[in-house]
């Protein structure tokens, strides 16, 4: 059974930063892309970040670039979004998914959701004005 697991959410002000973490089981993680994602209520899931396999190539959201950075650790089996200068509007709950239908290769159809089979139950940012 393939499981995501996020961590590292919580309350921040303004100007600061916080890591998010998400440990993946059950699966071969380093031949799948990885994304991160997030939601708030009553607005669909919207992309944020996104890496290949092995790190090559990654994808960011515009009003995320220069501020948030997507890596992993195919030895810890965990993809990490660092965020820095987090802003309010960055308040959401933050997604962990991916993508084993490309052999862990990015692609314009990498900032849907709908590319994704699995899901993480997601963790809560809050930043405080």
């Known amino acids: 059974q393939v499981q995501l697991v996020e961590s590292g959410g919580g309350l921040v002000q303004a100007g600061g930063s916080l890591r998010l973490s998400c440990a993946a089981s059950?699966?071969?993680?380093?031949?799948?892309?990885m994304a991160w994602f997030r939601q708030v209520p009553g607005k669909e899931r919207e992309f944020v970040a996104a890496?290949?396999?092995?790190?090559?190539?990654?994808y960011y959201q515009d009003s995320v670039k220069g501020r948030f950075t997507i890596s992993r650790d195919d030895t810890r089996h965990t993809v990490y979004l660092q965020m820095n200068s987090l802003k309010p509007e960055d308040t959401a709950v933050y997604y962990c998914?991916?993508?084993?239908?490309?052999?862990?290769?990015?692609?314009?159809?990498?900032?849907?959701?709908?590319?994704?089979?699995?899901w993480g139950q997601g963790v809560q940012v809050t930043v405080s004005s």
């Open positions: 998914a991916a993508d084993s239908s490309r052999l862990g290769y990015l692609s314009g159809d990498s900032y849907s959701a709908r590319e994704y089979e699995y």
């Open positions: 059950g699966r071969t993680f380093s031949s799948d892309a």
């Open positions: 890496i290949s396999r092995a790190g090559g190539a990654k």
